[in-house]
């Protein structure tokens, strides 16, 4: 029903199924989970933001409950949560649950786990391109929430160098459009063009 664009109908057949799902299964069971984030979906293609949102919360609470504590397995369920608050204008608070992302990812795997660099550059974005005023200049923390990415990048062995040169691509871009040093632009692009030259796998990706 939501894939043929019937959402009114979809969300009654969703809430049905999450009923019958917290019926048999309890109130927190992880497929009621699933089905709210679809429920959020479908709130969201009527510009029904609130409950989107509010989907998005209890599918968070839900995953909290199924795993509690700083458990990585929860992540999926926040950058939802924190995707759809930026979808419905509501940046400021994306911003704030992705640095809670970044608080449990740090107190669950350290700070220098590579699962912070997706937090990191969705915050980046955020301060930057939607050109947030959060305590001072947005574009000045989103460069440094930039440089954490890269710094995490290239002193993990686990780190590939498509991934290091993404970053680097990443940062030339942004500075591209926010800073007037034309040096520092060209010297990540340069940096990100190395990592894809050591690699004869990458060289398509390169050229």
Known sequence: LAASGQYIKAIRQYRQTIHVHQ????????QAARIAAELSEA???????????????????????????DNLERLPSLYSRA????????????????????????????KKSL???????AIADLLGSRHIVDGDDGTEKATRYLRRA???AE???????????????????????QSANRRAVVSNYKRGWQYLDSNPDLHAYRD
């Not at 995707?83 to 350290?110: F, P, Q, V, Y």
């Not at 699962?115 to 550059?121: C, K």
Request: charged share 25%; proline share 2%.
């Open 155 to 177: 002193s993990s062995d686990d780190a590939s160098e498509l991934d290091k040169a993404n970053i680097r691509i990443k940062m030339g871009d942004f500075l591209s459009q």
């Open 83 to 110: 995707d759809m608050l930026s979808r419905t204008g509501k940046d400021l608070n994306s911003l704030k649950a992705h640095r809670r992302i970044i608080t449990l990812i740090e107190r669950a795997a350290g």
């Open 43 to 69: 709130h969201f293609a009527l510009d029904e933001f609130d409950e989107a949102n509010a989907m998005q919360n209890m599918y968070v609470g839900i995953m909290e409950r199924n795993f509690p504590g």
């Open 23 to 30: 019926v048999n299964n309890g109130l927190y069971g992880e």
């Open 115 to 121: 699962e912070l660099i997706p937090a990191l550059m």
């Open 150 to 152: 890269v710094a995490i």
